[in-house]
């Protein structure tokens, strides 16, 4: 459930009756802490959650489905965001799960789990002989060294898998960017473009999506329209016209082949504005599902962080 | 009062396969300002400052509303 300023969004109901029900529940709650709000503490924070990685640990990782997710990893993200209880595993022993008391454990830190990640990446990286690989990546081999082009600025990539770039290395760019180069660029876009939820491996990443990135850029694009003209400017974006009947549409390149399109219709006749963010469909030649959703949650951040900096 | 009155809508998930719902209530009052406190009661599980945002969970995972018997109640329909 999202409490906005003027809307309460109830991702999953199973009929009318049942959201009447919790609308009516929070109505009373929302009224009730409204009332007594001069004895309660504002918070801006969030509660405790647990991080990805530590759930996995605990999982069997065969992905069995026995949990009704694809596999080990999807499960871990629906328990941290707390879709999913973890005694959902059927392979977990129950003290095992009692005693983790994960829910307990200190804030959420996505940017460890990404970082945590890194080590595993560089090792495969050791493991490859990086110029062979240019070409397929779209990038440039220098020095034993891959530049690699994203979003209009070289990113380096070395041999021990380290990621350089002239500016900030975004902590979320750097794991999809060694999956790239991993996945060894399996295929050259086709200019077919589809929603993340319809590539292959797309399915049960696309609620995810649409929550961490679809809805927030749609809100974003609502309050600076503007905000793609920026990215035109800022991020090598080009101009798509005409994409989907979209009102303002532009074509980004987060890695040399994996580009994405980004389509806004803007609010008419009492009609909700909308924005969808689409991927060619060879993506998952180019990078994992995972990375991709790594990738666009992370561009979804920086959108914001540019909204506010160069918003109006 | 600060919520009087919504309007509902609902929209079907774009998984071909999904038979739950999604609901949007449109609000006439603004609750912006009641936003923090709910986030304090409600253990918000994600909390937005610009615009406000509070994310809130159903029972038995994480941001648990403390009114287990309202929680039951709905999450039994």
Redesign the interface.
Known sequence: ???????????????????????A???????D??E??GE??????????PRVLEILKLLPRTNCRGCGAPTCMVFAVAVS?????LDRCPHLDPEVAASASV?SKEAPNMMDDIMAALGPLREKIKALELEPLAGPLGARYKDGKLFINCLGRDFTVDREGQVYSGCHVNGWVAPPLLNYVLKGGGAEPKGEWV?L?DLPGG?DW??FF?HQCDKRLK?LMD?HTELMTNLVDLWAARPAPESFDSDIAVLIHPMPKLPMLLCYWKPEDGMESDFHVFFDVTAEDNLPIESIYTLGAGLTVMFEKVSHTHGG | MLVKAYTKSFVRPPNPSARHLRCFAALEADISAALPYVNTVLKGYEYLTDPPLADLKAAGQAGDAPSPGDRHQYRQG
């Open positions: 459930m999202t409490l906005h300023p003027r809307e309460i969004a109830i991702n999953i109901v199973k009929d009318e009756a049942e959201a009447e029900e919790i609308l529940w929070l109505k009373r709650e929302v009224n802490i409204w007594r709000r309660i503490q504002p918070s801006f924070a969030c509660a405790a959650r965001q707390g879709k999913q209880p829910a929603p939820r399915k696309g609620r649409e809100k309050d």
